[in-house]
């Protein structure tokens, strides 16, 4: 028996917050299509290591709403980062094929997004992958 979509959507985005990344691939079709406003990936793999490379900065996912139509979810959640930038409202539309993700679609405001992606490129600059006294000690993969 297939678990219910809004219930396999809320595990992957808790996966995906907790950067439980084993658990995050067990959800999604190994071909999996995703598509946002910055990139494209097409394999479970490639955009999982996308992800990783975002742990730098990702402290959690605070999810606000979530919308299920068939093998359709759409879920809006807070993308929250340890950065001067917060938090980044987020919408995912997540396509199932049976307790797979098949394809996602994730939308968010292009402009804060570049403060994001500043502080990745600074962190991976520093030589221990963080600045100097931060609390976060995360290893990127």
């Known amino acids: 028996m297939s678990t219910d979509r809004t219930t396999l959507a809320l595990a992957y985005l808790d996966a995906v917050g ?3 990344y084993d658990r995050v691939e067990a959800l999604l079709s190994p071909d999996l299509k995703f598509k946002g406003p910055a990139m494209t ?3 479970a793999q490639d ?12 402290l959690r996912n605070e999810v606000k709403r979530a919308f299920v139509d068939g093998d359709e979810v759409c879920v809006i959640y807070d993308f ?3 950065t001067t930038a917060g938090a980044l409202a987020t919408i995912e539309w997540l ?3 049976g307790d797979k993700i098949r394809a996602i679609n994730h939308y968010y405001d ?5 403060a994001f992606m500043a502080t990745i490129a600074e962190r991976a ?8 006294g931060s609390a976060r000690a995360t290893s990127v993969a």
């Not at 292009?110 to 570049?114: A, H, I, S, V």
């Open 80 to 82: 929250v980062t340890d």
């Open 47 to 58: 955009f999982l290591s996308a992800l990783k490379r975002l742990a730098v900065i990702h």
């Open 41 to 43: 990936r097409t394999s």
């Open 18 to 20: 907790k950067q439980q």
């Open 125 to 132: 600059a520093s030589p221990a992958g963080n600045p100097a």
């Open 110 to 114: 292009r402009q804060p997004w570049q």
């Open 95 to 97: 396509t199932f094929d």
